[in-house]
């Protein structure tokens, strides 16, 4: 029988290695050159820290870790009889993968707050583990890529995690449109209709105007029941449009009876006029935008590709309250996570990595023998030494044979030494692409590679 793999589990090849490599170095560098300091948590978390923070559809999620020993000890014949899954697990599992770095993070900045300074700036690009149902692009083991800002509530956070999106998406050549909302707008919306209970519905439906239209939506809004006249004042919501600041001073006029809402507006006013002008790509206002409502308190934001039909590639936001679940109360963060897989996709469809990104060696040394190979060892070390990627084939096989592996791996030079070669104390360079030949001194070799 063939070996295989977990559904939802994934094998990475060399290339797809080197292309996964580049998006989390790109990452990792902006992160740092916005001072953000990497941290890691363990794979595996105490199921007391993980359980009752993601809802009862997340605590299904989690994958849960055997006890080691003999567990069934402790277990009474009623018990083992009882074929309750979720009570057996709960004795003799104690430990469980982490399902998102979030509640890891949070754990941590109690755990550790002696040793942090606040402002703390963390990032973190660590695999995580859902028992989902693996469906196309979505996976049981999948990698996140976040950024956080806790213990400070300046809005400047907001500002550079903007910018960071902007260029690592400029970096890439991607081209995407960074939405941004508030929760405090939407609570207001909610409030001047008179319909608070019914937030989740009212963005629900605004999402969808630009795929059904005007009276589907309000159609759909009174199906939830929410009276003629609600709908009725959310009718210059719905439709807004125009540049970012029409938006702002349409709805400021809407909220004008909304302390919160107004809240909001000016928080994404202080966001939008600091941003004016500092970005590559565009950054837009968008009402519908409502991510995890009832985690988020504050600005939100989504990232969207303009050139490929897939979901958001990142998304983040303001929460109030990240450490309060360990008891810590009145912790404010802000923070971003980038879809690493989805980045992925895009960036194949669009054929966006450099060359010097997927190509590993640079440089293959033939090997004629044995005399030969030791001169081109010598020749290897220095140029190793300057930098550059390079192996000599280890047997002396048919040329044909080590050409072909050349090409397998999409070596672009390859240097030949026979006995000409050895005695005038140079090598033939071949450049695989044109098919030219020259012959030069090891230094000069390395000039060329480079």
């Not at 560098?29 to 820290?49: H, K, W």
Request: net charge negative.
């Amino acid at each position: 029988m063939k070996p295989s793999i977990p559904k939802g589990t994934r094998d990475f090849s060399p290339l797809e290695m080197a292309k996964r490599n580049y998006i989390f170095n790109t990452i990792r560098d902006v992160y740092a050159l916005y001072g953000f300091q990497q941290i890691e948590t363990p794979a595996m978390e105490n199921l007391s820290t993980l359980m009752g923070k993601y809802g009862e559809e997340g605590d299904k999620l989690l994958f849960k870790i055997q006890n080691s020993g003999d567990f069934f000890r402790s277990l009474t014949d009623e018990e083992l009889l009882s074929r309750n899954a979720t009570k057996l697990a709960a004795k003799f599992c104690e430990k469980g993968l982490r399902y998102d770095l979030t509640v890891p993070f949070a754990r941590y900045v109690v755990q550790h707050r002696d040793e942090l300074t606040l402002p703390f700036k963390r990032y973190q690009i660590q695999p995580v583990w859902r028992a989902d149902r693996p469906q196309k692009g979505r996976y049981r083991e999948f990698y996140q890529c976040d950024a956080d800002v806790v213990g400070s509530d300046s809005l400047l956070n907001e500002v550079e995690l903007m910018q960071i999106v902007d260029t690592v998406f400029t970096r890439f050549g991607v081209r995407v449109c960074i939405k941004i909302n508030n929760r405090k707008i939407l609570t207001g919306i909610a409030e001047i209709i008179g319909q608070a209970d019914k937030i989740v519905d009212i963005t629900v439906a605004i999402d969808k105007l630009d795929k059904i239209g005007l009276d589907n939506v309000n159609q759909e809004l009174a199906a939830c029941g929410i009276p003629a006249e609600a709908i009725e004042r959310l009718q210059p919501i719905i439709l807004l449009s125009g540049t970012n600041d029409e938006k702002l001073q349409t709805m400021r006029q809407v909220l004008a009876g909304s302390e919160i809402g107004l809240k909001g507006i000016d928080e994404c006013q202080y966001i939008l006029d600091h941003l004016d002008g500092q970005l590559t790509n565009a950054i837009e206002l968008d009402l519908t935008l409502a991510r995890g409502l009832n985690y988020y308190t504050g600005a939100i934001f989504e990232v969207k590709a303009l050139d490929v039909e897939i979901g958001s590639i990142t998304g983040g936001g303001r929460y109030d309250n990240l450490t309060g679940i360990f008891g810590m109360p009145g912790i404010s963060g802000v923070g971003i996570s980038f879809g690493a897989d989805r980045i992925f996709d895009v960036l194949n469809t669009l054929d966006l990595y450099p060359r010097e990104a997927v190509t590993t060696t640079r440089l293959l040394f033939v090997n004629f023998g044995p005399q030969e190979a030791d001169f081109c060892m010598r020749v290897l070390r220095h140029v190793r030494q300057a930098g550059i990627r390079a192996e000599i084939y280890p047997d002396a096989a048919k040329m044909k044979k080590q050409m072909s592996y050349a090409n397998a791996k999409q070596i672009p030079f390859v240097a030949l030494v026979g006995e000409s070669e050895m005695a005038s104390g140079q090598v033939t360079l071949k450049n695989m692409e044109t098919g030219e030949q020259q012959v030069l001194t090891p230094e000069a070799l390395i000039d060329a590679v480079k």
